[in-house]
T-cell receptor
Framework: GQSLEQPSEVTAVEGAIVQINCTYQ??????LSWYQQHDGGAPTFLSY????GLEETGRFSSFLSRSDSYGYLLLQELQMKDSASYFC??????????FGGGTRVLVKP | NAGVMQNPRHLVRRRGQEARLRCSPM?????VYWYRQLPEEGLKFMVY????????ESGMPKERFSAEFPKEGPSILRIQQVVRGDSAAYFC?????????????FGPGTRLLVL
């Protein structure tokens, strides 16, 4: 089976940088995805890493190390609208996404 | 270009009743996934379907729960004889047919409340 670990909550101020770590244990690993979910909303896709390294998309970047079974999501220049829950998810054999428990990011003025 | 649609958005049922949740995938998508989310928790995979086929139902409770994705019409998640523990948000996601399904597009969810 799969298991993922990520911190439950992170608090930071506007303009700061936040790094959300995700470690996973899985078989048949394809890649690591990140999703954002605002309270009461639907998860929305942020990024996907299949290969080692850093992928940058605007203020958000995602990193993967397959050998360490580890990835992170980096949120830069934090804005109030970034307050949300962020989920890492492993895509494994069978096309199944397994989600972590989520990290609640609270951005303060 | 309509996204994934789910209805109803909110559903209230009494214990013992049936709940039917509908999901229409994005246009051109033939893969549908159902997830359940309890408050303050992550999404738990329930079932993965393609048109007229259940591909993986390993996350589905063995009793009372069923899912289908017919040739025509939306995917349906059916919960029979609901209990209070079924209260949760149920999300449907879809992805296109080709390649790995790393990008899943989620619908707005159905919030089920069992009284």
């Amino acid at each position: 089976g799969q298991s993922l670990e990520q911190p439950s909550e992170v608090t930071a101020v506007e303009g700061a940088i936040v790094q959300i770590n995700c470690t996973y244990q899985t078989s048949g690993f394809y890649g690591l995805s990140w999703y954002q979910q605002h309270d009461g909303g639907a998860p929305t896709f942020l990024s996907y890493n299949a290969l080692d390294g850093l992928e940058e998309t605007g203020r958000f970047s995602s990193f993967l190390s397959r050998s360490d079974s580890y990835g992170y999501l980096l949120l830069q220049e934090l804005q109030m609208k970034d307050s949300a829950s962020y989920f890492c998810a492993v895509l494994a054999a069978g096309n199944k996404l397994t989600f972590g428990g989520g990290t609640r990011v609270l951005v303060k003025p | 270009n309509a996204g994934v649609m789910q209805n109803p958005r909110h559903l209230v049922r009494r214990r013992g009743q049936e709940a039917r949740l509908r999901c229409s995938p994005m246009k051109g998508h033939s893969h549908v996934y159902w997830y359940r989310q309890l408050p303050e928790e992550g999404l738990k995979f329930m079932v993965y379907l393609q048109k007229e086929n259940i591909i993986d139902e390993s996350g589905m409770p063995k009793e009372r729960f069923s899912a289908e994705f017919p040739k025509e019409g939306p995917s349906i998640l059916r919960i029979q004889q609901v209990v209070r523990g079924d209260s949760a948000a149920y999300f449907c996601a879809s992805s296109p047919a080709e390649g790995y399904q790393e990008t899943q597009y989620f619908g707005p969810g159905t919030r089920l409340l069992v009284l």
